[in-house]
């Protein structure tokens, strides 16, 4: 099994606790995700996040409907929270999100720890998996970069660096 790891980082000139408070929505991830996903929460309103709070989703991969179940693991507000993905299309998905004040704003961090089927057609798979998961996340640090005020420097752009970890 391999473990696919995707770090982004970017920084945003707002406050931490308003930050903090956008992401403690999960409904509006449905904002920040990619339009081709056709992503939707189907967890009603409020859902209230903490450990071990369950959320529904639908998406669309490649034209195919997917349901997507996660997991709150971990919720310390205003520092960090990991959400595992229980059901979905991924063997694991792991998403640590992390907020730290900075330079007079937030620097927001994405690691995500991934493992996607395929068995011995792995490697064939992976390419375009890799390709979708940089798109979401492009995608992603563009809306938040939009959501919480221009004026981004080169430094604070969003990176992606995937790394490979056998396990």
Request: proline content about 8%; charged content about 25%.
């Amino acid at each position: 099994m391999t473990v696919r790891v995707c770090e982004r980082e970017i920084w945003v000139p707002a406050k931490l606790e308003d930050v903090f408070q956008f992401f403690s929505d999960a409904h509006n991830l449905e904002r920040i995700t990619a339009p081709f996903l056709k992503f939707k929460v189907l967890t009603p309103r409020p859902i209230e996040m903490k450990v071990g709070a369950l959320i529904d989703y639908r998406l669309r991969l490649r034209g195919i409907p997917i349901g997507w179940k996660t997991k709150i693991l971990e919720w310390e507000p205003g520092v960090r929270f990991v959400d595992s993905q229980l059901s979905g299309p991924y063997k694991q998905w792991i998403h640590t999100h992390t907020f730290e004040e900075r330079d007079g704003g937030t620097l927001c961090r994405d690691r995500v720890e991934y493992v996607i089927p395929g068995g011995f057609l792995e490697p064939l798979v992976y390419p375009f998996v890799r390709k979708d998961v940089e798109s979401i996340f492009d995608y992603c640090s563009k809306v938040i970069g939009k959501l919480f005020g221009p004026g981004l420097s080169a430094t604070s752009q969003p990176s992606l660096k995937p790394q490979v970890q056998p396990r």
